[in-house]
């Protein structure tokens, strides 16, 4: 590694997740030859660390149950890199079952691999140049980061000096995954079974993906919330932001257990773990729902500009709502007013949620479902709060505060007639609102839905990456109607009428929208359109 890299990359991130309560033992002290933490180079997983915290988190557990959970971690063959990725980030979500006598009887105990709840009561080991033996060559991330002895993060440093260190640290890491060309096998794919997320690091910029993410895909993570950059101690170094945001015990788990996903796409499986901001959203909706004292404080809106994922933020909600036990019974109501925004609302759900969606397909359905009190996920179109075309009355179904209603582009028909039915429905039921269109003061969503929780506009997104700039070009297509002014025209019609009457008949006809709207301007309009796109 260039002194550089050392000096201004590598090292101050050691420092900084040292600070962060990251232990810090030298790749080299963790060889097969230096020590009794690996039989071997192919080893990716520390298995002395992993016994001593699986003992430590399931004191009840037997040697037998022991060695079984570690060779169901360690052992199992996968057909491919991603079947493994989320068979073990299920089990260690979802934990693992085993048949133990804890003195009543022989019955299946749960075993945590990661202790959620204490996150201290976890062993979080940084280290640097540690060697993994894959199929054809060696691999030497510069940094892994461990909890419990299992290899959940790379980060690659790359110096600031060289041509492209953004793309050469990601490359680097496709081909240490295997990802680049898979049939060269040029990796050691088993060190990203346990993966979280992958880090590429120049120091002034950093970026974060996942195993399955191209280039395109890692992003920035610029905000170390729930800390503002000066509570954290850190400058504006991308890498600082990062490591302050990502890796602090109680984010890092929170990400690996709340706010990753696996979806299908295009027949594919995607492993997504949420945008900064998408984060940080979930964390300030959960404070309002938690500290208000009636259901308008409670309400709120979100505004995410399009394109920055509002359907998964509503996703990353939901399963932060199911683990919290102060919310965890509620009903949950996502409303939508288009027909493709349900159907992919109601698909991303299915693909992420392990628990059942039920879906309102008609007016019917939603009622039936409304006045259920049981802590399930609804989704519905807002038009099924109409009874028919021109009745927009509608009962009041369920009066339990233990529903939270959230409503997906909530701008355009929510705050409405519509809008005052689902009032009407589930008086007091706090609202959320997800909108990608920046509300103006004459609108009523936030009267509706109550103030900003979070906001992510796009110029922000613009910046990031994740969304592409609009550019606009102001047009001026002429105003005039035909060849003669329209004073002339006005009067070759209209001679035989008198001034009183001519001027009654300008009042009434003669406005600015009316010429606006003349047939011959719009057809000007649309060929001025059309030539426009064919140039440009």
């Known amino acids: 590694m260039a002194s550089d890299e050392l000096d201004k990359v590598e090292l101050p991130a050691l420092e900084q997740l040292q600070s962060l309560g990251w232990s810090y033992v030298e790749g080299a002290q963790l060889s097969p030859d230096e020590s009794d933490e690996r039989n071997s180079l192919k080893d990716v997983v520390l298995e002395k660390r992993l016994t001593e915290s699986l003992k430590r988190i399931n004191p009840w557990i037997n040697d037998e149950n022991l060695r079984k959970v570690i060779r169901e971690l360690t052992k199992t063959l996968y057909p491919n890199l991603v079947e493994a990725n989320q068979g073990i980030w299920t089990q260690i979500n979802q934990s693992v079952s085993v048949m133990q006598d804890l003195g009543k009887g022989n019955k299946g105990q749960t075993v945590h691999i990661i202790d959620f709840e204490n996150p201290e009561n976890n062993e979080f080991l940084c280290t640097n140049q540690f060697k993994v033996s894959g199929v054809n060559q060696n691999i030497i991330p510069d940094i892994l980061c461990f909890v419990n002895g299992l290899p959940l993060a790379v980060i690659e440093c790359k110096s600031p000096y060289i041509t492209n260190p953004m793309e050469a640290g990601i490359d680097q890491l496709l081909r240490y995954a295997n990802r680049r060309t898979p049939e060269n096998d040029e990796g050691a794919e088993k060190l990203f079974h346990y ?5 590429s690091t120049h120091r002034d910029k950093a970026r974060v993906g996942t195993i399955t993410s191209r280039i395109e895909h890692y992003l920035e993570w610029k905000d170390p919330y729930p800390l503002t950059v000066e509570q954290g101690g850190v400058d504006e170094a991308s890498q600082d932001v990062m490591l302050a945001g990502l890796f602090s015990k109680i984010n890092f788990l929170d990400i690996l257990q709340n706010f990753t996903v696996f979806e299908p796409v295009d027949g594919h499986i995607i492993k997504k773990i949420s945008r900064y901001q998408q984060f940080r959203a979930v964390h300030k909706t959960i404070e309002r729902l938690k500290k ?3 259901p308008k404080e409670k309400s709120g809106v979100i505004w995410h500009t399009q394109g920055s994922g509002k359907s998964l933020t509503m996703v990353f909600l939901t399963l932060k709502i199911r683990r919290d036990p102060s919310l965890r019974d509620y009903k949950m109501v996502f409303i939508t007013d288009r027909t493709q925004l349900d159907a992919q609302l109601t698909r991303t759900f299915i693909n992420t949620q392990s628990e059942t969606i039920y879906h309102a397909s008609s007016v019917r359905k939603l009622k039936e479902l409304l006045q259920k009190d049981s802590s399930d996920v609804v989704t519905a179109m807002v038009q099924k709060f109409q009874e028919n075309a021109d009745d927009f009355e509608f ?3 369920n009066k339990s505060d233990k529903i ?9 028909t929510q705050y409405g007639t519509l809008g005052a039915a ?6 007091n039921a706090p609202r959320i609102a997800f909108t990608g269109t920046p509300l103006i003061k004459s609108q009523k969503t936030t009267n509706t839905f109550g103030s900003y929780i979070d906001t992510y506009t796009i110029e922000q997104a613009v910046k990031d990456g994740s969304t592409v700039q609009i550019l606009y070009e102001g ?3 002429s105003v005039r109607v035909t060849g003669d ?4 025209l006005f009067d070759a019609y209209f001679e035989n009428y008198t001034e ?3 001027a009654a008949i300008k009042k009434k006809y003669g406005t600015n929208q009316a010429v606006l709207e003349a047939p011959q301007r719009i057809r000007r309009v649309c060929m001025d359109i059309v030539k426009h796109y064919r140039e440009h």
């Open 195 to 199: 993966n979280l997320m992958m880090v």
């Open 292 to 294: 208000g004292e009636n």
């Open 395 to 397: 009962p009041v179904l």
């Open 404 to 412: 939270i209603v959230l409503a997906d582009e909530a701008h355009r």
């Open 422 to 427: 689902i009032n009407t429905a589930l008086p």
């Open 475 to 477: 047009r001026e297509p």
């Open 485 to 488: 002014s329209l004073d002339s």
């Open 500 to 502: 009183d009457e001519k």
